[in-house]
């Protein structure tokens, strides 16, 4: 951990209850002094010291802002993720909302992207493609109209909404359960 991280979450347990630095330090178990090296960057933060703070901040019900936000970035991946019937996929098409990383989508698009399951000699390659480029970049590509197929519009779209039309192409391709038959990812 960061000494000024450290520092900056430490005030926020401080503020929370009230104290002052000393009694904060005392709550780590460390000298004002001691602090006060860790402040300056004379000394690291101890894994000890790490640990104690996020106790206190447990203790002060505080999350601290990058837990934060990983646990946000998480409920949106949830939230976002592709809605695919059975129908959709005997049919080869389906179609998944998007947002657009200027909150508009660009003249002559709308909110929604279709996706369709290419042939199945395309689908064959796509297995070598995934194998070559260890990415689903090549399977979404094959699924979007020839008019999207592009990382000019691709670079328009959330990162939510890259993977989720990512996640609605795999699942055209390779069917609804290509999670579970993917050993290494159903771990």
């Given at each position: 951990m ?7 979450r ?6 929370k ?11 780590l178990e ?11 960057s004379?000394?690291?933060v101890?894994?000890?010291?790490a640990?104690?703070?996020r106790?206190?901040e ?5 999350v601290?802002?990058a837990q934060?936000i990983?646990?946000a ?8 993720k592709?809605?695919i ?7 080869g098409?389906?179609?998944v ?10 003249a002559g698009?709308?909110n929604?992207?279709?996706l369709?399951?290419p042939?199945i ?6 297995v070598g493609d ?5 990415s ?11 008019d999207?197929?592009h990382d000019?519009f691709l ?7 890259y993977?989720?039309?990512a996640?609605?192409?795999?699942t ?9 038959e993917?050993?290494?990812?159903a771990?």
């Open positions: 960061q000494n000024a991280d450290f520092m900056a430490l005030d926020r347990v401080k503020q209850h009230g104290w002052t630095w000393e009694q904060t330090a005392r709550s460390l000298s004002r002094s001691m602090l006060h090296f860790v402040k300056t004379k000394y690291p101890s894994e000890k010291a640990k104690r703070l106790k206190l447990a203790e002060a019900g505080i601290p802002r934060a990983i646990e970035i998480a409920r949106e991946m949830e939230r976002t592709p809605k019937s059975k129908s959709d996929i005997e049919a098409v389906t179609e909302e998007v947002r657009f990383v200027s909150g508009e989508p660009p698009c709308d929604k992207v279709q369709t399951r042939s000699k395309t689908r064959a390659k796509l995934l194998l070559v480029e260890e689903y970049h090549p399977v979404l590509l094959a699924c979007l109209p020839p999207k197929a000019s670079n328009q779209l959330t990162p939510f909404s993977n989720a039309l996640e609605a192409a795999m055209l391709v390779f069917g609804p359960d290509w999670q579970q993917v050993p290494d990812l771990e």
